[in-house]
């Protein structure tokens, strides 16, 4: 029993995971603190408010209704989210496009029968599963 579990950790995709979490973790922790030390008070100062707009209530037939922290926590959400998108999948989405090479594309051409896309060297359709005859390399089509 513990040698089925033992092997169940032990492989990457588990252990891979632990870490992706762990390091998830920290850097949620990073760009939080970047957020709220940096980005929300410079929009308190766009605003002109202290940039927490924690104490800002709105009170309805007696209900008092703190919208403050919502907005608190949407503008820190905002932040957050463009922050990671510029700060990390967009250079990360560069670098793959420039250092990754592309996959050549397969030549495809209409299955005869159904109009399908499929590989010009193809001898029956994955769609209607007809019989075709392949193209020759270097033949006109």
Known sequence: MLK????????GNVVDMAVGVVIGAAFTAV???FVSAFLTPLV????????????????VAGVTFPYG???????????TAAVLYFCIVLPVTKATARYL??????????????????????RRCSACT???????VGAPR
């Open 130 to 136: 007809s019989h075709v005859e392949p193209l020759r």
């Open 101 to 122: 090479p592309k996959k050549p594309k397969t030549p495809k051409r209409p299955c005869p029968e159904c109009l399908t896309e499929i590989p010009e060297e193809a």
């Open 44 to 59: 308190g100062v766009v605003v002109g408010a202290a940039g927490d707009f924690s104490s800002y209530r709105a009170t």
């Open 31 to 33: 760009v939080t603190g």
């Open 4 to 11: 089925g579990f033992r092997d169940f950790m032990m492989r």
């Open 69 to 79: 922290q919502f907005l608190n926590v949407l503008i820190a959400f905002f932040m």
